[in-house]
């Protein structure tokens, strides 16, 4: 949590942690402290656990954040064309606060987009 709340601009912060340690949190706090234009990346072992993830960190961002338009929080398979392109659009522009999606996604399809 330290290396997190001090992590420098620009840097990168990888974190494994075994299941019970907060994993969670380190992925959900970043976006809520309000960073413009900075992305959070969870690489999640399913498409569930994606989905799951995204749907709370939507309603704490609206909850924090009510005016505020929000992009897809999980990228996988069962999106539609269009809610993909909004995805790739929002990491592009800097608006794409945190995105949930697996290895694959991240190391394949959104390689260019995130690097």
Request: aromatic share 2%; hydrophobic share 45%.
């Amino acid at each position: 949590m330290r290396a997190l709340l001090h992590l420098p601009q620009a840097d990168t912060l990888i974190v494994d942690l075994p299941t019970g340690s907060g994993k969670s949190v380190m992925a959900h706090l970043p976006p809520l402290m309000g960073r413009e234009g900075v992305l959070t990346l969870a690489i999640v072992p399913t498409v569930a656990l994606a989905i799951d993830q995204a749907s709370r960190m939507r309603r704490m961002l609206a909850a924090r954040y009510p005016h505020r338009e929000m992009p897809p929080l999980a990228y996988h398979g069962g999106l539609k064309t269009e809610e993909r392109k909004a995805i790739r659009h929002a990491i592009r522009s800097g608006a794409q606060p945190v995105l949930f999606t697996s290895p694959e996604v991240a190391t394949g399809s959104l390689r260019d987009q995130l690097e």
